[in-house]
């Protein structure tokens, strides 16, 4: 792909769509799948390159998996069914795989080695490899085992109590993970509540993981059994289709069977704040997630500030927001959001650099970024740095901007939506 043109040539944005499967879902069902005894049936499956370096990691541990476009039958064998791997496990773009992987070596009693590309080799690892050595895991790497490549000799897990300094749901269902193979009780707490898809999907999975003023309680020594496991459509994914919508006149569009579970729908809520017309529909019950039809026409929007228990709600989403905020009246502030620093890229310094070559107004902050709004912007060459969530936002900037964007290193986007240029054309008339 290379090189990619997005031109803006007056057009809106009409029709429906469903966007692919939610990536952190799709992950966690090949995990747990794999970690059970018995058959796991996943349907829905997002076929993102993330997603695919978590099927080839837990086939290495030995793990069957029958693979026929978005369905997987996975022939889980236990915990002790995973298998000491001849070669290093390769997570190639993907943290989440990275981190929840950590926390199921950690249990497991043989040596393993975990490696990634050159955006993983700079993210860090201590954030989960501190707690799961506290829990008697033998890990080392890089930086006294905080980057990749990083080596476990799992097994003998003693439960903790552990309070993350970071609200991230990597770093919880780590733990969650190594917790199941502990002996005791584990309690874990973090500063807001992060997405919670673990803690839903582990109940399906026949494990009980409760929930104490928002402390999160693991039991050790609980064994899934494999079971159904439908996907919804990806909020993360949906977003830039919304953020679309909403910016370019004459838009009206519906994304189906996304998933709003409320540790994920803050891009619903700062939508709806900045002042966008949408409506969720059809809502209902999926599978222990919550899934609605989304409704959007184009609107005129207002700056607002985003910040505290709000970020974790819309992390993977503020380079979109950014975008937003470029259109919207007034100034928008991200605060709280020093995290993006460690995502794919450091997405508070891509966002800034890459929309200012489009004209915009985006100053960075120690946490996150200010944005002055309305501004034209501009096309030109801008590149996704090798970020999926950049390029994809410099993709929906494509379609307000006053020539033609061109985008660089936009193959990137394959990580979470291979098929996102295609669906972009299918909604623009
Ligand atoms: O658990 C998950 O599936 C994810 C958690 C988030 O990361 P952090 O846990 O680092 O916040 C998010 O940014 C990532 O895209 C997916
Ligand atoms: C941060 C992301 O993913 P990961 O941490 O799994 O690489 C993302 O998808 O935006």
Redesign the pocket.
Known sequence: MGIRKIENNNRSLKGSIKVPGD??IS?RAVMFGSMANGITEVTGFLNGEDCLSTIKCFKSLGVEIEHKGESLRIHGKGLEGLQEPLSPLDVGNS??TARLLLGILAGRPFHSVLVGDASISKRPMDRVTIPLQKMGAKIDGRENGSLTPISVRGGGLQAITYDSPVA????K?SLILAALQAEGTTTLSEPFL??DHTERMLKSFGASVSRNEGQVIVKGGQKLTGTKVSVPADISSAAFFLAAAAITPGSDITLTDVGINSTRSGIIDVLQEMGANLAINNKREENGEEVADLHITSSELEGITIEGEMI?RL??EIPVIALLATQAEGKTVIKDAA?LKV?ETNRIDAVVTQLAKLGASVTATDDGMIIEGKTKLNGGPVTSLGDHRIGMSLAVAGCIADSPVELELADAISVSYPNFFEDLEKLRT
């Not at 991230?168 to 770093?171: G, H, I, L």
């Open positions: 990536k952190s992950h943290g989440t991230s749901a990597q770093v269902s992060s997405r974790p992390i993977d995290e995502k």
